[in-house]
C-alpha cells in the first residue's frame, strides 16, 4: 500500500515526542516520530515498559500527572498538546478514540451499556438522547451484537461482547483516528480473532486510520500496513509490515523476531534476548539497546543512532549505526 | 499498565514520607502516657484527691503547674493518675475482645457449618447493640463500677475481631502451606496456634490498636455521665465532667485539659494502629 | 426512576428482600430477647432489682407483678411482654409512676430534631469533605485528612463541653443549655449540640467516603470516561462518586445508631429534655423499663436502617442484584 499523499493533514502525526516524568532520569519518550493516514493500520510494538502505551494515551493527552512534553501530537492536524481543555474534550468526544485493553476493567460495571455508548455524545454535543441511541444501536449491530445489549449491565456481558461495546463506543463521535491499546490481551484466543477481524472491516467500513499497540509481532504483521517497533522511549524501526517482518534492519527488531543472529554465537542457534530493557532511573548514553546487543561497538555506547532510511528504500527508517551487517543474514528471506 | 498505576504509586509514595514523622510522635505519645500510667505513684506532686476549697480554680502556679479544679484539687496530679483508670479500662477491653474474638474467628472460620452460622447469627446480634447501649444496660443491672462495663464492651468489640480473625483465617486456610502440614500428619490446632495465628495475628492486633482509642472513648463517656469509675476516682472523662461546671464559670483549663488528654490519646493509638495496618497490607501485597 | 426496571431479575430481588425481612426479625427478636432477659442476670430476684433502692410496699410489688407477671415461667412472661410492646405499650415507669409510652412521647421531639438536625450535618460536611480530599489531593487533602484524624479521635461530650465553653460561655453566642420552645427557639438551642453530635460521624464518613473514592479514581474506567471527552466533573460525579456510594451507604446503620446512643452524652451535656437524657436518668435511677424501652428502640432503628441500605444497595450495585460477586477492577 502506498502512503496517501493528498493535502488533508493525516490522523495522526507525531514530531518528535519527549516526554518525561517526575523522579525519573531520562525520558520515558524520547523523540517519537510516527504518522497513521487516512484509512492506514500501523502497528507499534514493544516490549512492556517500552513506551508504546504511553505513546498512544499521549494522543489523547492521557498523560500520568506531573509528565512533561515536548514535541507536537497533530490529530487531524491539531497539536494535541497545545489544545485548551474545550478543544481538548471535543477531541476525544470525536476526532479520536481509544479501544483499551481489558473492557471487563474499562466500562463501569454500575452503569448500562446504552448509558456507557451514549454519555460523551449526550454530554458534550448536541445530540438528542434519541439519536444518539439510534446511533448506539447501529453501531452495536455493526459490531455483531443487538441492541437489547442497550439495556444490559457490564456483568451480564462476556468479555468479547464487552470489547465489542468498547470498539462501538469508540466509534460513536466518528472518529478519524481508532486507538488500540493492546485490545485482545485480555481475551481468549477465539475471541481475539473475531476482534481483529472486526477491526480490520469497521476500519475499511468507516475509513478510520488505526493505531493498533501491540506486543505480539504475529498478530501485528497480520493486521497492519506499517509497523513501528518501540524500544526504551524511542523508535528502533519503522517501515512496511511484510518488508519489516521479513528483512529486519534492526538487531532489536531481529530480536523480537526470535532469533538473534549473533556473530559469537554458533551458526544455526537461536537465543533469546539477555538482559533487561533499562529502567527509567538509567540515564541513556548511546543506543539503549547497545548492553543487549551482540552487534554493539564502542560507537553504540557512546552515540545514539539516529533514524535513518535505508539506503534504496526511502519507506524504511532504522536507528541502528550497524544496520547493515543485518543485511543478507540467517534472517532474510 | 504503566500509566494507571502510577499516580497511585505517587500518592503511596507521599502517605509513607510525610506520616513517617507524625507515626513517630504517636508512637512518642502512646510511650508517654504508658510511662506516666505506669510511674503515677513516684510522679505525682499532689495526692489526686487532697480537696483545698480556699484554692479552687485557682489558675496555673509553682506548686500547681497546670491549676486546680473546682475543688482545689490538682490537676496534673489527676491527670496522670487518671490516665491509669482511663487506660486500663481499654486495655481490658481489647485484650478479653481480641482474645475471645480470635477464637471465635478461628473456630467458625475452621470448622464451618453449624457452628459457623450460630456464630455468624450471634455476632450479628451483638452488632445491633452499639457498644455505649451495652455498657449502659449492663450499669443499670449491676450498678456503677469499671468491671461491667469492661466487660460488656470486650463483647461489643468482640465481633469486630471475630468478623476480621474469620475472613483472614479463611484466606490463610487456602494457602499451600496449610495444605502441606495437613499431609504431613499435623493437627488442625497445631496448624492454627503454630501457623496460622502467629500469620493473621498482625493485621488483627492492629485493628485491636484502633479498638483501644475508641474503648477509650466509650469508657470516658460512661465516666462523664456518672456511670463508669466510681465518683472520686481520678479520670480523664470524670474531669471533663468536673470541668464542665469550671467552664461555666469561666475557668476552662481544668476542663480542656482532660478534653486534650483524650483527644490526643486516642489520635495517638489510632495513628499507630492505621500505619500498622498500612504497612501489614503492604508486606502482604 | 428506578435503574433496576426491565433487565433485572425481579422475583430474584423479591426473594433477596424477603430473607433480609425474615433474618432482621429473627435478630430483633434475639435483641429483644436479651433485653428483656437481661433483668434476671442483675444480681438479687427481678422484682428486688427492678423495686431496687425504692419501698417495697404491696402496692408497688403488685404494680411490678402486674406489669411483668413475674410469677408466670419466663417464655410466658417474655411473650406478654413482647406483644405488650409490639403494641406500643412499653409498661410503666417505676420512677415516674407514669406510662413509659408517654414519657418518650413527650420528649421524642427534642430529641428527633437533635438527630436530624446532627444527620444533615453529618451528610452535608462528610460527604462534601470526602469528596474534596479525594479529588483535590495535595494540600487540602492533607487538612483534611489531618482535621478528620481529630475529629473521629473527640468524643461527643468532649465537643460539647469545648463547644458550650467556646461559643456559649466565652462567646455568649449560643445558649449554654436546655431546649427552648417554639421551632426557632429551639433550633438556636439544638445548634451546638447538634455540631458536638455529628462531629465524629462527620469525619468517619468523609475518611469513608474519601477513601472509597480514591478507590474508584484509581480504576481504569475513570481514565476511559475521561478519555472519551467527558468533564473531570462529570466523571467525578457520574463515575467515581457513583459508584463509591455502595461503600457509603453501608455505614448508615452505623450513623443512626451512632447518633441515637451519642444523644445521651450530648443531652445530658446540655440539659437537653430528651430521650438520651432519659436515658441516663433512669439508668441512674435503676428504672430499668424505661431502659428496655430505649435500647429496644435504639436497636430497632439500627436494624431498619440496616435493612433500608440492605434493600437499597441492588439499586446502587446492580452487580449485587445480578448475583455476579465480581469486583470493578
New interface residues.
Partial sequence: MNTPDRPPAPPLDIRGLRLR??RTARPVLDGVDLTVGAGETVALVGE??SGK??TS?SV?R?????AATEGTVRVAGDDVLAMDPEQ???????TA??I???P?????????IGDFLT??LR??TATPPAEATRRASTLLEAVGLTDAAL???P??LSGGMLQRVMIA?ALM?EPALLLADEPTTALDVTTQAEVVSLLGDLRERFGTGLLFVTHDLGLAAAISDRVYVMYAGRIAETGPADALFSRPRHPYTAALLGSTPRLDAPPGRLVAIDGQPPGLQVELAGCPFAPRCGYATDLCRDQAPAARPLPGDPARLVACHHSDRLEGSALDG | ???AA??RR?VLARIRTSRAPLNLLCLAFVALVVALAVLAPWLVPHDPNAVDLGNALGGPSADHLLGVDASGRDTLSRLITGARTSLLGPLGVVVFSTLAGVAVGVVSAWRGGWLDSVLSRGTELIFAFPGMLLAILVVSLYGEGLTAPVLALAVAYLPYVSRLTRSLVLAERERPYVAAYQVQGHSAWQICLRHVVPAIAPVVLAQSTINFGYALIDLAGLSFLGLGVPALTPDWGRMVFDGESAIQSGYPLSAILPCAAIVLTVVAFNVVGERWADQVARRDR | MS?LR??LPRSGLLRFAVRRLVEMAATLFGASFLIFGAMYLAPGNPASFLLSGRSASPAALKAINDQYHLNDPFAVQYLRWLGQVLHGDFGRSIEYRTSVSSLLAARLPSTLLLVAMALVLVLAFGLALGWIGAVRGGATDSAILVSTTFAVATPSFVAAVLLQGLFAVKLGWFPTNGTGSGPVSMLWHLTLPAVALALYLIGMLARVTRAAMLDVLG???V?????????ER?VIQ??VF??AL?TVLTTGGLIVSTLLICTVLVESAFSVGGIGQLLELSTTTKDFPVVQAISLIIVGLFMAVNLVVDLLHPL????IA?G?G?S??
Fill in positions: 516524568l517526575p512492556s515498559g502505551t504511553l494515551r489523547l492521557l498523560l500520568p500527572t506531573g481538548l474534550r471535543h477531541l476525544r468526544t470525536g478514540a481509544m483499551f485493553q481489558d471487563r476493567a474499562a466500562i463501569n460495571p454500575l452503569r448500562r454519555e460523551s454530554l458534550n439495556r444490559r449491565y456483568g451480564q463506543a463521535g | 499498565m504503566s500509566t502510577l499516580p505517587r | 435503574p426491565s433487565t480504576q481504569e474506567h481514565t476511559v470516561a475521561r478519555s472519551r471527552g467527558l468533564a462529570r457520574r463515575h457513583r459508584n455502595g446502587v450495585d446492580p452487580r445480578l455476579s465480581r470493578a477492577g
